[in-house]
């Protein structure tokens, strides 16, 4: 007699098979480990939670400190940048035709 897997009987609803796909959590007969894993559970949650808030805490003081200091964002630094750069020219431009003129 060949051996049927697990899954195999599973897809089929065979009625001898105790597995429910939808509860994928484990449980443990002791109720004591159960409080302890949720306990843990909703401890980890809360240390996450914490974690983004003061990332996001520090993040919002870098912004306030760099509004301090008055500096200006890479993409606005590289336009005026390219702009000075168009002017320089022009003025070059205009000297040569002042002088030569």
């Known amino acids: 007699m060949a051996r049927k897997s697990v899954m195999s009987v ?3 609803g065979s009625p001898s098979v105790e597995f429910s796909a939808k509860r994928q959590k484990m449980q443990t ?3 004591l480990l ?4 949720k306990l843990t559970q909703a401890a980890l949650g809360l240390a996450q939670s ?3 808030e003061a990332r996001s805490a520090v993040r919002a003081q870098a912004d306030r400190w760099a509004a301090d200091l008055d500096l200006v964002r890479r ?3 590289e336009a005026l940048k390219a702009e000075l750069a168009v002017l320089r020219s022009r003025l070059e431009a205009l000297e040569g035709n002042a ?3």
Do not use: I, K, S
Request: glycine residues 10%.
């Open 10 to 12: 599973v897809a089929r």
């Open 75 to 77: 993409d606005e630094f």
């Open 34 to 37: 159960d409080e302890v894993a």
């Open 29 to 31: 007969q002791n109720p």
């Open 99 to 101: 002088t030569g003129a």
């Open 50 to 52: 914490a974690g983004e």
